[in-house]
């Protein structure tokens, strides 16, 4: 046998293996419409089997038909929706290709339409023109999405008063979204804005006629293609047996809460074998990191344990050579972890006592010759894997110096802490700093007095 029929026979048994391979799977196929009997195109269908993690999305074309892939037999809930238009939804025993169209009712409520809105669209609307308003929304963007969407900040209509109440509320919640207690440090940004902040949110989502202008979205571009065409496909991370929140309050808020607490992702990476791992920088009862099989959608948590008898919490992640997943970890004194991919083991290292524990921008990263290096508040930690030993490098820039530029009326202290402006000494071997040794002005001749005295080193004197 030549080796063009050796090579067409192996060509053949495969696609004859993945024949059989999808020889269960079915098709949905159909039509959306609106009730005038216009066609929609670029309608977002989505489809997903009971008992599964993963949801299948495909657009529909310029006719209005869309068409799945192949899906895998079972039942499902198949549901369409675009922006302006009430979901739609269905279900179909996919047991055998199926059609199923679907009729969309326009929204007339403008409420109900601002609502339905994604919030990056909701804060495109806001109002930026003026140097006041454009300074009320960077202010808003900053300090008002790190506990939820902006979405649902911008859901209700308040008045001025109102707006006024909830900043109250919010300017002493940290990013954890979790509050602190009347007697919490409020966010001074917000403390100093209060008054023209609440006044901005109440022009633009307040009781009267509102500043914020949403311009049309059209929806995704299709052209007519061919029966099983583009697709994407979304996993949900289902929350574990023993949620984050505690039982009394996952009663009364629901499994689905728009809070930050209720999520678990923070950063993800793949595994060499596609497999998508996250850390989870909430607190919880069980998630230190998570794993998603690409395949089946199933979702796996790994913990490790913390002081305080949740699992520790975790944020940054790199992948090294190996395929092993590093990431900062908190137990108690933030550390950072590995997790061993092959054996689903999670390894914690702590810095030694003399150094900074890891931590400050939480941040990971794997360089080439191996080496894992994390964040601490004073600078960083670069690991060797194979030695297990730490090496610490500090900021050249003294904490003192960070905190007094973090005042603004510490100026004579940042003189002082400067020494003129000049930097102070690093010596890498113990990491300490030193302030800078005086320097003499230099003389310069009388023709070039004037150009030689802007090149001479500041008084050390604040």
């Given at each position: 046998?030549?080796k063009?029929q050796?090579l067409l026979?192996?060509?053949a048994a495969?696609?004859l293996?993945?024949t059989?391979a999808?020889?269960a799977?079915?098709?949905?196929?159909?039509a959306i419409?609106?009730?005038s009997?216009q066609k929609?195109d670029?309608?977002?269908?989505?489809a997903?089997?009971?008992?599964s993690t993963?949801?299948?999305?495909?657009y529909?074309?310029?006719a209005?038909?869309?068409?799945?892939?192949?899906?895998p037999?079972?039942r499902y809930?198949v549901?369409?929706?675009a922006?302006?238009?009430?979901?739609?939804?269905g279900a179909?025993?996919?047991?055998?290709?199926?059609?199923?169209?679907?009729?969309l009712?326009?929204i007339?409520d403008?409420e109900?339409r601002f609502?339905q809105l994604p919030?990056?669209m909701?804060?495109?609307a806001l109002?930026e023109?003026?140097a006041?308003?454009?300074?009320?929304?960077?202010?808003?963007?900053n300090n008002c999405?790190?506990c939820?969407?902006?979405s649902y900040?911008?859901?209700f209509r308040?008045?001025?008063a109102?707006w006024?109440?909830?900043?109250d509320?919010?300017?002493?919640?940290p990013?954890?979204?979790?509050?602190p207690?009347?007697?919490a440090?409020?966010?001074?940004i917000?403390e100093?804005?209060q008054k023209?902040?609440?006044a901005?949110l109440a022009r633009a989502?307040?009781?009267?006629?509102?500043?914020m202008?949403?311009?049309p979205?059209?929806?995704?571009?299709a052209?007519?293609?061919?029966?099983?065409g583009?697709s994407t496909?979304?996993r949900?991370?289902p929350?574990?047996?023993r949620?984050?929140l505690q039982p009394?309050r996952r009663?009364?808020?629901?499994?689905?809460?728009?809070?930050?607490m209720?999520?678990?992702?923070h950063?993800?990476?793949?595994?060499?074998d596609?497999?998508?791992?996250?850390?989870?920088?909430n607190?919880?009862l069980g998630?230190?990191i998570?794993?998603?099989?690409?395949?089946?959608?199933?979702?796996?948590?790994?913990?490790?344990?913390a002081k305080n008898?949740?699992?520790?919490?975790?944020?940054?992640?790199?992948?090294?050579r190996a395929?092993?997943?590093?990431?900062?970890v908190n137990?108690g004194?933030?550390?950072?972890g590995?997790?061993?991919t092959?054996?689903e083991k999670i390894?914690?290292?702590?810095t030694?006592e003399?150094?900074?524990?890891?931590g400050g921008?939480?941040?990971?990263?794997v360089d080439?010759k191996g080496m894992v290096?994390?964040?601490?508040?004073?600078?960083?930690?670069r690991?060797?894997?194979?030695a297990e030993?730490?090496?610490e490098?500090k900021s050249?820039i003294?904490?003192?110096?960070?905190?007094?530029?973090a005042?603004p009326?510490?100026r004579?202290a940042?003189a002082?802490a400067t020494a003129?402006?000049?930097?102070?000494?690093?010596?890498?071997?113990?990491?300490?700093t030193s302030?800078?040794?005086?320097?003499r002005?230099?003389k310069?001749?009388t023709?070039?007095?004037?150009a030689?005295?802007?090149?001479?080193?500041?008084?050390?004197?604040?």
């Amino acid at each position: 046998m030549s080796k063009a029929q050796s090579l067409l026979l192996a060509c053949a048994a495969s696609l004859l293996a993945a024949t059989a391979a999808h020889a269960a799977d079915q098709i949905v196929s159909g039509a959306i419409a609106a009730q005038s009997g216009q066609k929609l195109d670029g309608v977002t269908v989505s489809a997903k089997r009971e008992g599964s993690t993963i949801t299948t999305s495909v657009y529909t074309d310029t006719a209005g038909n869309y068409f799945f892939p192949p899906l895998p037999a079972g039942r499902y809930r198949v549901w369409a929706q675009a922006l302006g238009f009430e979901r739609s939804n269905g279900a179909v025993d996919l047991s055998a290709a199926r059609r199923v169209d679907f009729t969309l009712q326009e929204i007339t409520d403008p409420e109900r339409r601002f609502r339905q809105l994604p919030g990056e669209m909701m804060v495109a609307a806001l109002p930026e023109a003026s140097a006041d308003d454009a300074r009320m929304k960077k202010i808003f963007m900053n300090n008002c999405t790190g506990c939820h969407s902006t979405s649902y900040a911008l859901q209700f209509r308040f008045d001025e008063a109102g707006w006024s109440k909830i900043i109250d509320l919010m300017k002493v919640v940290p990013v954890t979204g979790v509050y602190p207690g009347p007697n919490a440090k409020s966010n001074q940004i917000m403390e100093r804005h209060q008054k023209p902040l609440a006044a901005y949110l109440a022009r633009a989502r307040g009781p009267g006629e509102s500043s914020m202008k949403v311009p049309p979205r059209a929806r995704p571009a299709a052209k007519r293609r061919a029966p099983c065409g583009r697709s994407t496909t979304s996993r949900s991370i289902p929350m574990p047996d023993r949620h984050p929140l505690q039982p009394e309050r996952r009663h009364r808020l629901g499994a689905r809460t728009t809070s930050k607490m209720g999520q678990l992702p923070h950063d993800g990476a793949l595994g060499f074998d596609g497999t998508i791992y996250f850390t989870c920088n909430n607190p919880n009862l069980g998630v230190t990191i998570g794993k998603v099989d690409p395949v089946t959608g199933a979702v796996k948590y790994l913990k490790a344990d913390a002081k305080n008898g949740l699992a520790a919490t975790s944020h940054g992640l790199a992948r090294d050579r190996a395929g092993n997943l590093w990431f900062d970890v908190n137990p108690g004194r933030r550390a950072l972890g590995k997790l061993d991919t092959a054996t689903e083991k999670i390894t914690i290292y702590q810095t030694p006592e003399s150094m900074a524990p890891v931590g400050g921008a939480v941040t990971i990263d794997v360089d080439g010759k191996g080496m894992v290096w994390a964040s601490t508040p004073s600078g960083a930690v670069r690991f060797d894997p194979v030695a297990e030993k730490f090496t610490e490098f500090k900021s050249l820039i003294p904490r003192k110096i960070r905190e007094a530029r973090a005042r603004p009326t510490a100026r004579p202290a940042i003189a002082r802490a400067t020494a003129g402006g000049r930097r102070w000494r690093w010596t890498p071997s113990t990491g300490a700093t030193s302030p800078p040794a005086k320097r003499r002005r230099s003389k310069c001749p009388t023709s070039r007095s004037t150009a030689c005295s802007a090149t001479i080193a500041p008084s050390t004197k604040p």
